[in-house]
């Protein structure tokens, strides 16, 4: 894409999707953003909303007519707009699934139709209950019953996932996927179940740091910054086309060493706080002990690397958590659906469109 480049962003007022809008204004591209705001937050996009070059539209990625309208007008595709997070997924599994393929498959089909560019989120709960490691993109998925909640998630990724594949072998969509691992930094909410966010905003209150189960858990972590550079360089490759990616840090760490390092780093004087996987999310839950991603085929075609260290993170997050305190910004919580229906905001150009 050339600097004149007009982007589409579905769910870009999210956590991703709005350091991305910025990245991309920064670079010299229009940019519009769909989003109902669910889980987005209007003022992640405050940076943008002064620019000229960038619109925004609220509204819903389920609405196919008015999807196919910004995809027409654009000249690429950044498809983000999800329900996302282990809370939402496990309360809301229904509408979850229902938004997680049935907009994911308005988007690609009127992506195909205009002939567009596209680039599909999704993310390291494809590989499921696969705790061997690092997973390329060819790992086994292992997953557990279709009557547990948290494996819809996985199962409506995995569907977007074929649709992508299958729409570019037999008519031609230019496609990538990119397989999200455990991405952190300024503007992500610990409202729907994200561990570093949550996790920060304990220690800087001096509340309780709650691990669930034992804590030997073991994840990795990447800066969002280093995310968005993934996500630009396979935009400009054309031999990203066509493939999957996965996008992630490889240093492990156990969530019961995150919490003591967030604690240090916070100089809190926090406590840990057990709690059993069925008390924080209901009985059946079930979860991995071990997620590392292999990032190599992104790094070869790319030549990509990440920049920031866990300790950029976790300072990162220590910041935003006593901006929020210090602000007096509630932490937001899933509306009822009614809440959410399509809304008119801005100047009358630019009502009810949009995505996550």
Known sequence: MDRSSKYLVTG?????????????????????VLDDLTTGRQENLAKAQNNPR??????????????DELVEESDAVIHLAAAVGVKLIVEHPLESFVTNTK???????STQRHGRRILIAS??????????GPLNETSDRI??????????????????????????????????????????????????????????????????????????????FLHVHDAVAALLLLLEHPGAEGETFNIGADDEISIRELADRII???????????????????????????RVPDT???????????????????????????????????LRVPSTPEQRLPLTCGPVAETALAGR
């Not at 907009?103 to 089909?109: F, L, P, Q």
């Not at 006593?322 to 602000?327: E, F, P, S, T, V």
């Open 103 to 109: 907009g994911t498959e308005n988007v690609i089909e």
């Open 296 to 330: 190599g085929k992104l790094r070869a075609l790319t030549g990509w690397q990440p920049l920031r260290t866990l300790a950029d993170v976790l300072a990162d997050a220590v910041a935003d958590a006593r901006a929020d305190w210090r602000g007096g910004r509630p």
């Open 264 to 290: 240090a780093q916070a100089g809190s004087v926090s406590r840990l706080e057990h709690l059993s996987y069925a008390d924080a999310y209901g009985p059946g839950f079930e979860d991995m002990e071990r």
């Open 12 to 32: 870009g007022a999210g956590f991703i999707g709005s350091h991305l809008v910025d990245a991309l204004l920064a670079n010299g591209h229009n940019v519009v």
């Open 54 to 67: 960038f619109r925004f539209f609220r509204g819903s990625v389920l609405d196919a007519s008015l999807v």
């Open 123 to 132: 993310t390291s709960e494809i590989y499921g209950k696969n705790s061997s």
């Open 143 to 220: 997953l557990g019953s279709p009557s547990v909640a948290r494996w819809s998630y996985s199962t409506a990724k995995a569907v977007d996932e074929i649709m992508a594949v299958l729409y570019h072998r037999e008519r031609g969509l230019r496609s990538t996927v990119v397989r999200f691992f455990n991405t952190v930094g300024p503007r992500q909410s610990p409202a729907y179940g994200m561990v570093i966010p949550r996790f920060a905003r304990q220690a800087v209150r001096g509340e309780p740091l709650t691990i669930h189960a034992d804590g030997r858990q073991r994840r990795c």
